[in-house]
Each structure stands twice: as structure tokens, then as C-alpha cells.
């Protein structure tokens, strides 16, 4: 992985994870931890997404599409499991 390749997933994880943290209030982790949610949520939405038949596309929009849901789903999960 070179240079540019490692700063568009940090990129990618921090919009979406920025963004989902706006969406599912309460559950933001500031920046470090938004890039990081955004991230896992990419793996969790390249591998539930295509199991639910659901294609997005290619390209950078697409992939924060990707990442953003994957993000929620997760801070939807991190949530629940706080609140037991």
C-alpha cells in the first residue's frame, strides 16, 4: 500500500465515520475514533452489502456510501451493547 492508497481510507473513514456519528447521536468517538469506525464499517459493509445483494458502484462517493453504512451499522451494535 503506498502513501496516496493509505491516505484516502483515512480520508474515506473519516467522512463516513464523521458522518455517521451525526446520524446516530450520541455515539461519536472524535476524530481518531470516527476514522477508525469508519474504517471497520467499510469491511463490515463490504462484506454485509454484497450478502444482502445490494451494489453500490465504484469509485470515491460510492466508497464513503459503502463506509457510511457500515459505520452506522456498527454504532447502532456499539450502541445496544452500552446500553445492556
Known sequence: MDLVSLIVWLLVGGIAGWLAGLIVKGY??????????????AFIAG????????AIGGGFIASIINAFIG???LL???GLFKKA
Not at 30 to 36: A, K, P, R, S, Y
Not at 47 to 54: S, Y
Open 28 to 41: 461519536g468517538f472524535g476524530v481518531i475514533g470516527n476514522i477508525v469506525v469508519g474504517i471497520v464499517g
Open 47 to 54: 462484506w454485509l452489502l454484497p450478502l444482502a445483494g445490494i
Open 71 to 73: 459505520a452506522v451499522i
Open 76 to 78: 447502532v451494535v456499539i
